[in-house]
């Protein structure tokens, strides 16, 4: 069955990095757009960053461009997100997500997503 499952996540003073990973299996991974999500208590959970099949194109929301990266290594079937300058409010639960639509942009929208990790916390304290 297909597993996708997150690493990385702690505890960050404002300011500081880290760096996600997500591991994949039983999936064609480099035939799924990929996508990070997060979740934050009491809220809905939004797009934070998004990679097209090949790794050649992604894309942000305002709220971490230029902060966040995301990356893929189809040959290790294995997504990232690199956060530095982190601030408070990127406080959540951060979901690896898989979608099986090609988006060229890497886009990913919530509704589209096939397959979720169960998450991986990450607080960064003021």
């Known amino acids: 069955q297909v597993q996708l499952v997150e690493s990385g996540g702690g505890l960050v003073h404002a300011g500081g990095s880290l760096r996600l990973s997500c591991a994949a299996s039983?999936?064609?991974?480099?035939?799924?757009?990929m996508g990070w999500f997060r979740q934050a208590p009491a809220k809905e959970r939004e797009f934070v960053a998004g990679?097209?099949?090949?790794?050649?194109?992604?894309y942000y929301p305002d709220s971490v461009k230029g902060r966040f990266t995301i990356s893929r290594d189809n040959a290790k079937n294995t997504l990232y997100l690199q956060m530095n300058s982190l601030k408070p409010e990127d406080t959540a639960v951060y979901y690896c997500?898989?979608?099986?639509?090609?988006?060229?942009?890497?886009?990913?929208?919530?509704?589209?997503?096939?397959?979720w990790g169960k998450g991986t916390l990450v607080t960064v304290s003021s």
């Open positions: 990679i097209n099949w090949g790794g050649g194109s992604a």
């Open positions: 039983g999936l064609t991974f480099n035939s799924y757009t």
């Open positions: 997500a898989a979608d099986s639509r090609y988006s060229s942009s890497g886009y990913v929208r919530l509704s589209g997503v096939n397959y």
